[in-house]
């Protein structure tokens, strides 16, 4: 089967347990899924196990399921858990479902995540407005046949996340009193955390946060057509950085701590960029 029958086969798959037009899709990163329980209004939720050759999610903290509903009255389709290349997965396998949204009807995708601070201003529990990526250390998810049903051969990334959107989101701050960081995210496949070297290196080449998903996402969202745009929840000061060594517990206690003012952001910025959408102000 190949990637494009894929896509489609989990979309028809998906297609016969709902008929939800989502305006809004909404990756959740690690630790970051009690979202779902604050702030969205919950119509129906679709296990990812019930999508037929659909990708499962085999990390703590991702509990792998599809939340539509709305968010202020804005509709949305919540990813509760992603997978990642680290699984095991194929590349191609871990966009699938932003894929898979774009041919339901989004027309933006916010993606979160948990990451690694390299930036020396940062502290664990900031949130940090993702302005650009750097993917070259993992898979691209283009690299093979383009079908065009998904996206052009050659995509240009020069504005991958959206001006408008970070704009939005950055008023949203502003509207709620929150402080947001703004700055360069860096994907490496993982699953192992970096060596103090490895961080040095990335800090040489632009730095502000790193992790383990995220670009390739934002990737084949910009490809199909998708406006894009990114949080990442600063959970623990990188390698050599750090005093202390790093583990997954960390990461969801500073998910935990932050998660008030995560909410907050997320849920502000989806009404103020259904409203952007809604209005035709989106170039």
Same mark, same amino acid.
């Given at each position: 089967?190949?990637?494009? $029958?894929?896509?489609?086969?989990?979309? *028809?798959?998906?297609?016969?347990?709902?008929?939800? *037009?989502?305006?809004?899709?909404?990756?959740?990163?690690?630790?970051?899924?009690?979202?779902? $329980?604050?702030?969205?209004?919950? !119509?129906?939720?679709?296990?990812?196990? !019930?999508?037929?050759?659909?990708?499962?999610?085999?990390?703590?903290?991702? /509990?792998?399921?599809?939340? @539509?509903?709305?968010?202020?009255?804005?509709?949305?389709?919540?990813?509760?858990?992603?997978?990642?290349?680290? =699984?095991?997965?194929?590349?191609?396998?871990?966009?699938?479902?932003?894929? #898979?949204? +774009?041919?339901?009807? %989004?027309? %933006?995708?916010?993606?979160?995540?948990?990451?690694?601070?390299?930036?020396?201003?940062?502290?664990?529990?900031?949130?940090?407005?993702?302005?650009?990526?750097?993917?070259?250390?993992?898979?691209?998810?283009?690299?093979?046949?383009? &079908? =065009?049903?998904?996206?052009?051969?050659?995509?240009?990334? +020069?504005?991958?996340?959206?001006? *408008?959107?970070?704009?939005?989101?950055?008023?949203?701050?502003? =509207?709620?009193?929150?402080?947001?960081?703004?700055?360069?995210? @860096?994907?490496?496949?993982?699953?192992?955390? *970096?060596?103090?070297? $490895?961080?040095?290196?990335?800090?040489?080449?632009?730095?502000?946060?790193?992790?383990?998903?995220?670009? %390739? =996402?934002?990737?084949?969202?910009?490809?199909?057509?998708?406006?894009?745009?990114?949080?990442?929840?600063?959970?623990?000061?990188?390698?050599?950085? +750090? &005093?202390? &060594?790093?583990?997954?517990? !960390?990461?969801?206690?500073?998910?935990?701590? %932050?998660?008030?003012?995560?909410?907050?952001? #997320?849920?502000?910025?989806? !009404?103020?960029?259904?409203?952007?959408?809604?209005?035709? /102000?989106?170039?």
């Amino acid at each position: 089967m190949t990637n494009e $029958e894929k896509v489609f086969t989990c979309y *028809e798959s998906l297609r016969k347990i709902t008929d939800f *037009e989502p305006q809004i899709a909404v990756v959740l990163g690690s630790g970051l899924g009690g979202f779902v $329980e604050a702030c969205v209004q919950i !119509e129906q939720t679709v296990s990812y196990s !019930e999508i037929d050759g659909f990708p499962i999610s085999t990390v703590k903290g991702h /509990k792998g399921c599809f939340i @539509f509903g709305t968010v202020g009255g804005v509709k949305v389709a919540v990813m509760q858990g992603r997978v990642h290349y680290y =699984e095991g997965y194929d590349v191609s396998d871990v966009v699938l479902p932003i894929r #898979v949204l +774009s041919l339901m009807g %989004a027309k %933006a995708a916010m993606l979160t995540n948990a990451a690694g601070g390299i930036n020396k201003d940062f502290a664990a529990g900031d949130l940090m407005l993702i302005r650009d990526h750097v993917s070259l250390f993992a898979p691209n998810p283009l690299v093979g046949q383009n &079908p =065009e049903k998904l996206g052009v051969r050659f995509p240009d990334m +020069s504005n991958i996340y959206d001006n *408008e959107l970070c704009d939005i989101i950055l008023d949203s701050a502003k =509207e709620l009193g929150l402080e947001l960081k703004q700055g360069v995210y @860096f994907q490496l496949t993982g699953p192992s955390y *970096e060596t103090p070297a $490895e961080i040095r290196m990335l800090g040489t080449l632009g730095a502000d946060a790193v992790g383990m998903s995220t670009a %390739a =996402e934002a990737i084949a969202a910009h490809h199909a057509g998708m406006l894009v745009c990114g949080i990442s929840l600063i959970s623990n000061l990188a390698a050599g950085i +750090s &005093p202390t &060594p790093l583990t997954h517990a !960390e990461v969801q206690l500073a998910a935990d701590e %932050a998660a008030p003012r995560f909410r907050s952001l #997320v849920a502000e910025s989806i !009404e103020n960029i259904s409203d952007a959408l809604s209005t035709r /102000k989106m170039s």
